[in-house]
């Protein structure tokens, strides 16, 4: 394997897991991302023999200042100091790695790599970065092995070293030598990587979370997520049930054996109750932060507070979502939250109450959430009593809803005896006469309600949700819209539940009287092929998917969420387990129980390992100290005496105008001598075997072989060649 070619594959690799690193883990626009890949792309692509042009040159001096006044003004502008910064480290990579010349670049190449894995631990990387990691960590040492190794070899180039043969460096040809790196080599160097990570991973276990998440920027992710924003418009509908981007993951404690593929579960996010005819707002915005009791941990009641030996729990593991809202099952009596990576000077977390039931979370924790939703049993009776000042805002309908809407409501429910079996005639109605199209041809008229229930009858969740909320108020019932998930498709491998961004979905709330106790009661009007999760459960392309989205929720858990709390339980576990052990094997009892508690044999090991430590220094120390040099002592002498003796017949050559060629070896510039006939041929010769056999041959120069060498070189210097032997 050729030296240099070997070398620039490892620092391309390293250099391109850094900006994929970044890639993966910052904020930076989709536009942003396909200009730092192309421009990574075309940097690796480029020939080595193409970064010596002039224009590359020219590149390498202004395209960094050049960069740095763009993101200058960008940062002037308004953009995030982060992005920024991110941004102008990866294309900054992008014209290291274009402009390249020699070990020096190659070496700022790998500082710049290792500044986007900082800013990608920094930015809370998730799986990707974590692979890319691992990468770095397998490339890394063989890279700066060779970068050092090729720093050395042009660097004796530059101070005028020669090689064995008394040529000077070529450093074009050690990099095409094959056997400078081998297959061992790179064995070697990759296997680094093991002790590597392990004190990685330990240092990562043991150093003490004292809530540095405070760096942990990662943004939540922006745009617009279908039916999660304080204005759901009919008209303005973007991607709906074709998101593959994971939402929330859930678990139920009590699923049969084997558990279904499939579970249709309504997450309930947020509600509204003012419609205007093309979009759904709120009327009351007040949120107030909900208080818990201190013997409940972070627990917050809905109905009440929960009750985890009685109440049904499903645990939610909630991604980033803007507003950050909290999801719940239906019969919710309670959450207990289960907060990480809480911050040492950030805002503590805090759960809100907002209008129409919706619950909100803000604090450290932002950036994502993991509570568990405690369910009522089937007979507690949840009544939730609506104020009297409260029912007109339900019972709304716009000025310029055309009245044939109310019309249809009243022909299709007024034959039904109660409010409740009013509402169900609207649901199966709509459910069984119109078609679920996420087209939503109805979107960009004037009246798109109307559109829908006389003209198009198709479309998607909302237009559904909405024509049953505006035709239970057409016959007097109270109702209002609710949006949220439906879920989800079961993973394998995380033994829990994914719900995606596809599986947005809304539906009913209808206030009813005259079924017991009163209460808000659920409808869902939209046909089962768009009330329940697309994803596909079964095929390779699955078993994939899965895969990789459970190793990501593991790493997201593990990794990115590993705190100091469970840290301390991770410890406290590990006490617990070996208490355990000691009490089973009878080691806790006597002298011997006190020498085997934890903190003893801790300290103990602690000191073995020090004492341990001081005498392999010492014994190292020692044996460097009575290690035998004289050997190659002699050897370094005698190589650099038949050196200097070569270099003494050279300066002697020279003056008889018979410099030889830096390209030329010394034995082949002698017999070139000889096949000239030159007067000096045979002695040069002569001379020049006693310097090789020195040199390679393992022959000593004595004091009267040196005196010898030295004569015959001042005989050489002195020749006069006569004009009869002149050469041929």
Known sequence: MRFGLVHRIMTDALAALGVLAVVNTASMSPWTNAVVLVGLAIALALPESWQNKSILRHVATVGPLALFLVQAARLIAGRSALDVAVEFAALLQIIRLSTRRGAAHDQQIIVLALLHFVAGTVLGGGLTYGICFLGFLVVAPGALVLSHLRREVEGNYRQGARDRTGLPVDVPRILRSRRVVGRGFLAATCLLSVPIFMFTAALFVLFPRVGLSLLLLNHPRQGRMVGFSDHVDLGQVG????????????????????????????????????????????????????????????????????????????????????????????????????????????????????????????????????????????????????????????????????????????????????????????????????????GSPSGGKPQPLDHFLFESKRGHCEFFSTAMAMMLRELGIPSRNVTGFVGGTYNRFSRSYTVREGDAHSWVEAYLEDIGRPGWQTFDPTPSAGARPLQETAGPLVYIRDLIEAMSQRWNRYVIGYDLRTQLRLFEDLSTKYEKFRHKSELDKGTLGKMTR??????????????????????????????????????????????????????????????????????RHAEDLIARNHPLGDEVAALTQVYLEARFGGASIDEGDRKDFERRIREIRVFRPQPDAAPA
């Not at 699923?255 to 249709?264: E, G, H, K």
């Not at 009685?310 to 999801?327: A, G, N, Q, T, Y």
């Not at 005896?417 to 005639?425: G, M």
């Open 239 to 438: 991607v709906l049930r074709s998101d593959p981007s994971i939402a929330l993951r859930f678990e139920v404690s009590d699923l049969p054996d084997p558990p279904p593929a499939l579970l249709t579960l309504r997450l309930r996010g947020t509600a509204f109750d003012k419609y205007d005819g093309a979009a759904w707002d709120r009327t009351l915005n007040d949120r107030r932060v909900m208080d818990h009791a201190p013997e409940s941990g972070e627990s917050y009641p809905v109905f009440r507070y929960p009750n985890p030996a009685i109440d049904r729990r499903v645990s939610i593991d909630l991604e980033p979502i803007d507003p950050p809202v909290i999801f719940l099952p239906p019969r919710t009596v309670g959450v207990r939250v289960k907060p990480q990576n809480q911050a040492l000077l950030g805002d503590p977390l805090s759960v809100h109450r907002g209008p129409e039931g919706e619950l909100r979370y803000a604090g450290s924790d932002a950036h994502g959430l993991r509570y568990d939703a405690f369910l009522a049993g089937e007979r507690e009776v949840l009544g939730e009593p609506m104020p009297p000042g409260d029912r007109e805002r339900y019972l709304t309908v716009p000025v310029a809803l055309p009245k044939r809407i109310g019309d249809l409501a009243h022909e299709w429910a007024d034959a039904q005896p109660s409010n409740f079996l009013k509402a169900k005639a609207l649901e199966e109605h709509l459910k069984k006469d119109f078609r679920y199209d996420t």
């Open 598 to 667: 934890a903190p003893v044999l801790a300290g103990g090991l602690l000191a073995v390992a020090a004492i341990g430590y001081v005498l392999w220094r010492r014994r190292r120390r020692s044996g460097e100290e009575n290690d035998d040099k004289t050997p190659i002592e002699k050897l370094d002498k005698k190589l650099e005496a038949a050196t200097a003796l070569y270099r003494a017949l050279e300066t002697a050559m020279a003056a008889q105008g018979l410099s030889r060629p830096p390209c030329l070896p010394p034995l």
